[in-house]
């Protein structure tokens, strides 16, 4: 996502350059540029302009500070705006200390289905909740059977009545379920429609009044741009969600539904969905994705994701390998399976700074491991614990089992050395030998 906006909000940001101070002559050419990057990003005309007749409104005259050149000044006006666009502050979801029900809206496929059940392990994982599922689609064939597929895969009991037709009595019913059988969270799943009708809209009001949900969330499919945020204004007129729930940002969307939806329906985007596994949930941090969209990255998030994954104890085994120079091609492997479970492996690189750049119009697929793995599991446990021994005759017998070409496993055992030899600088401090040996690195 964005990737297009990034590279031409850093063309048109790139004006400034060289300049000693931000004038109106300058500032004008630049945000021509900024508020054309917006329209072809999907984002909605007002909003686009209001957005670059802000940033102007700050930028005009300042003098630029000894750390900063007039492009490095805009940027931060520019990040500082976006930020605020996309609701300026972290709304997480509201919790009660007794039951909470959550209401799911939004139009069929918009992947509100599948974001009930990362909801649900969102909350179990990170909030310590008991959560119920409820199925009260009625009409589309197999949400009901789609919503206990996903429940049986986290764990998460799902309540259904197929001989009840009646959506708003299965909505009542699972509350008493629920206080009956000790959840604290309901998350409610309710019917989708191709376009907004009176009928479906009557219903999920009449759902939302029978419940008194604690928050009500609008699920939006971002790959549907200005549709989605005028399908949400009429959403909101009805039920006054609470927030906003972007999914499929890991497709090819252009991100015009992020950068509009607070600014038509005043209400904060809460979560994003980055993929199909279950655990591919954030938390939006508006300024966070401020600095993705500009190219900055996100190492906060990074370090989270990361996090989430973290051995202590094996950690500091791996340590004391790395140290003894003992490090192998299977805690190589180990490590790819960490890597692997963090998610989507392009959107944990456009979090580090400057990567997106280099990488360039390189493609990264999520099986991008898949041929290493091939050649690792190819190796016999003394080779992969001991590379130094592969010679000519085992090179031949590990490109023939793993079906790629030796230059394939030449290319693998140069880059597993210097990456080992990365490692061990690192451990050792030597950030001067590191940065010298990485400079020259293609």
């Known amino acids: 996502m964005f990737n297009n906006l990034t590279d031409k ?30 329209l072809e990003a999907d984002v909605n005309f007002k909003t686009a302009k209001e957005f670059t007749a802000n940033v102007k409104k700050k930028a005009i005259g300042q003098n630029v500070l000894t750390t900063l050149n007039p492009g490095q000044l805009m940027v931060k006006i520019v990040k500082d705006e976006l930020t605020d666009l996309m609701g300026g502050n972290t709304s997480g979801i509201n919790l009660s200390n007794s039951l909470t029900i959550v209401l799911m809206s939004g139009l069929q496929g918009s992947g509100k ?35 206990k597929v996903i429940g049986e895969q986290l764990g998460v009991e799902v309540y259904s009545d197929e001989l009840e037709k009646n959506p708003v009595k299965i909505a ?55 549709d989605a945020v005028n399908t949400a204004k009429t959403f909101n007129d009805i039920l006054n969600f609470d927030g906003v729930i972007l999914t499929k940002l890991d497709g090819d969307t252009r991100g015009g539904a992020a950068l509009s939806i607070k600014s038509i329906v005043d209400k904060p985007i809460k979560f994003i969905g980055t993929g199909e596994k279950m655990d591919a949930i954030d938390v939006f941090h508006p300024e966070r994705m401020a600095d993705r969209i500009l190219g900055m990255g996100d190492i906060v998030s990074l370090v989270e994701k990361a996090h989430d994954f973290y051995d202590e104890k094996q950690a500091r085994i791996l340590s004391k390998k790395i140290a003894k120079s003992q ?32 990488m360039g119009d390189t493609e990264i697929e999520d099986d991008s491991f898949k041929h290493i793995e091939a050649l690792i599991y190819s190796m016999t446990p003394k080779e992969r614990s001991n590379p130094k021994i592969i010679d000519v005759n085992r090179k031949k017998r590990i490109s023939k089992g793993s079906g790629l070409d030796i230059k394939e496993l030449n290319k693998l ?16 401090g030597g950030s001067n030998k590191l940065t010298q040996m990485m400079q020259g690195m293609k």
């Open 113 to 147: 289905t599948t974001f009930c059940g990362k909801l649900a392990k969102y909350l179990i994982s990170k909030k310590s909740k008991n959560p119920l599922l409820v199925a009260c689609d009625v009409y589309r064939p197999a949400a009901i059977d789609q919503l």
């Open 172 to 226: 009542k019913d699972s509350i008493d379920y629920a206080k009956n059988n000790g959840k604290n969270t309901v998350i409610i799943d309710t019917a989708g429609r191709l376009a907004i009708d009176e009928r479906m809209m009557n219903e999920i009001k009449d759902i939302h009044q029978a419940v008194s949900p604690n928050e009500t969330l609008f699920v939006v499919d971002s790959m549907t741009g200005q």
């Open 327 to 358: 490090f192998g091609f299977d805690d190589f492997l180990d490590q790819i399976k960490k890597i692997k479970q963090m998610g989507n492996l392009k959107e944990m690189v456009n979090m580090i700074p400057g990567a997106n750049k280099a």
């Open 413 to 428: 055992l140069k880059q597993f050395e210097q990456m080992s030899k990365m490692m061990k600088m690192m451990q050792a």
């Open 9 to 38: 909000l850093n063309s048109a940001l790139k004006v400034l350059k060289g300049h000693g101070k931000i004038t109106e002559i300058n500032v004008a050419e630049t945000l021509k540029e900024v508020r054309r990057a917006l």
